[in-house]
């Protein structure tokens, strides 16, 4: 069981726009940054968010992320089939004194 | 260009120790600030952190893997190595190294499949 949670799945149509939620608590997302991870069929998970809402350089802007309390959310807008992944929240953990992970988000582009 | 490729057994027998190496180009695992850090995936499952390694020496373990979990780097070959002890096949899982730095792991390798069976 993850220590921060994600909805399982999660879709779209081309050209919407769909959020990806991510619960923690007080020791991890409340108080320490969130990022947010990109993995493609059969890749290795790339970074999508840092920071809470900092993109790396060539990330598009079609993806963004904030944070409120302990829970964050990932927002893609003009879905594309290229979206299709799973999509991984973590943050520090101040408790565990480490990086934890969310379950995963399986995005489907209908 | 930073690149980190994972290399070790694709194959370990149950009680075996597994050992793997992270061999990092693109920059140094002396330079303030940075990390290398451990993560697997079993099959079909999430990612789970396992180990971080910092410039300066300082480690940091999952706390319920700690017992099991040990984290070195070699700088003069700007690699970092992982032993896990006592090997389970739940512990089957594809394991990625990946650059610690903006409070992220921010650069993934590959990966590498090991597969825990008698």
């Known amino acids: 069981q993850s220590v921060l949670t994600q909805p399982p799945s999660a879709s779209g149509t081309p050209g919407q726009r769909v959020t990806i939620s991510c619960s923690g608590s007080s020791s991890n997302i409340g108080r320490n940054y969130v990022y947010w991870y990109q993995q493609l069929p059969g890749r290795a998970p790339k970074l999508l968010i840092y920071?809470?809402?900092q993109r790396p350089s060539g990330v598009p802007d079609r993806f963004s992320g904030s944070k409120s309390g302990t829970s964050a959310s990932l927002a893609i807008s003009g879905l594309r089939s290229e979206d299709e992944a799973d999509y991984y929240c973590?943050?520090?953990?101040?408790?565990?004194?480490?990086?934890?992970f969310g379950g995963g988000t399986k995005l489907t582009v209908l | 260009q930073i690149t980190l490729k994972e290399s070790g057994p694709t194959l370990v027998k149950p009680t075996q120790t597994l050992t793997l190496t992270c061999t990092c180009s693109?920059?140094?695992?002396?330079?303030?600030?940075?990390?290398v850090g451990w993560i697997r995936q079993p099959p079909g499952k999430a990612l789970e952190w396992l180990a971080l390694?910092?410039?300066?020496?300082?480690?940091r373990y999952s706390p319920s893997l700690k017992s099991r979990l040990t984290i070195t780097k070699d700088t003069s070959k700007n690699q970092v190595v992982l032993t896990m002890t006592n090997m389970d096949p739940v512990d089957t899982a594809t394991y990625y190294c990946?650059?610690?730095?903006?409070?992220?792991?921010?650069?993934w390798g590959q990966g590498t499949m090991v597969t825990v069976s008698s």
């Open positions: 693109g920059f140094s695992l002396t330079t303030s600030g940075v990390g």
């Open positions: 973590a943050a520090w953990d101040d408790r565990l004194s480490g990086p934890v």
């Open positions: 990946a650059l610690w730095r903006y409070d992220a792991f921010d650069i």
């Open positions: 390694i910092y410039w300066n020496d300082d480690k």
């Open positions: 920071r809470d809402s």
